[in-house]
């Protein structure tokens, strides 16, 4: 996205990362030109959290057999190009909350995301990898009834349309999906806002699944199908 000047926000930073050609062969699933229809909620700006940073404590996978180790930070960031690139290509207004790859405070990230909100309206999606030796995808919401809910149930759902196979862990004690928890990105932003953890990095399983090309795919069609269908429908 090329940022407009009426959302600029201040930071130690130039400018949105450069991102990858998605129609490169082989990096992601895109529909040819005739298949991509103008987006019937192309205002509304989609800002694509990736915290965490190269020098974060832990946040990685153990190092497996065949020496390989998933670092959340890099896989943030990944997922979240990705998600950027599919969005972008159908009309929609993705916005990278975190260019630098250094650990950008969870105080300063609610703060750009609450300044791009003052001026255009967003919803935010906090992209994940997930730990404690569990299974499957997970999405987060604060307590009670919101916009976000609606967000993170249509991610669910295409979730599980793409990835038949990845456990949904859900809680349907309130009639929705989503877990809830007043983390302090979910609480402290103004726009519907989501936290996603993605998969589990310290099981074997679920790692190897979100380190392959076709896991990354997956994962970030899900996400970017699952926005475009809530934005859709509001």
């Avoid at 103008?38 to 205002?43: A, E, H, L, Q, V």
């Avoid at 997930?130 to 997970?138: C, D, K, P």
């Amino acid at each position: 996205m090329k940022n407009d000047d009426s959302i600029k926000i201040e930071g130690d930073f130039d400018g949105p990362v450069i991102l990858n050609d998605p129609k490169e062969k082989g990096l992601y699933p895109v529909c040819e030109e005739d298949e991509i229809s103008k987006p019937i909620n192309s205002d509304i700006i989609v800002i694509l959290d990736n915290g965490h940073g190269k020098e974060t404590h832990g946040k990685r996978s153990p190092v497996w057999d065949d020496g390989t180790q998933l670092f959340e930070w890099e896989f943030n960031r990944d997922i979240a190009k990705r998600v950027y690139d599919l969005l972008e290509i159908r009309g929609y207004k993705p916005y990278i909350l975190v260019p630098e790859d250094k650990d950008i405070t969870l105080g300063e990230r609610c703060r750009r995301a609450n300044e791009i909100h003052s001026k255009q309206k967003s919803i935010l999606v906090s992209v994940h990898a997930n730990a404690g030796g569990g299974t499957g995808f997970e999405g987060w919401t604060t307590p009670g009834k919101t916009k976000s809910d609606d967000l993170c149930e249509f991610i669910y759902t295409s979730f599980g349309r793409n990835i038949p196979n990845l456990k949904l862990r859900k809680d349907k004690s309130d009639g929705d999906s989503d877990k809830e928890e007043r983390f302090y990105i979910l609480k402290n932003v103004v726009s519907p806002a989501v936290l996603l953890e993605c998969a589990f990095m310290d099981t074997y399983s679920d790692c190897k699944f979100m380190m392959s090309d076709d896991g990354k795919i997956l994962i970030s069609k899900s996400i970017s199908e699952g926005i475009m269908d809530y934005l859709k429908s509001i």
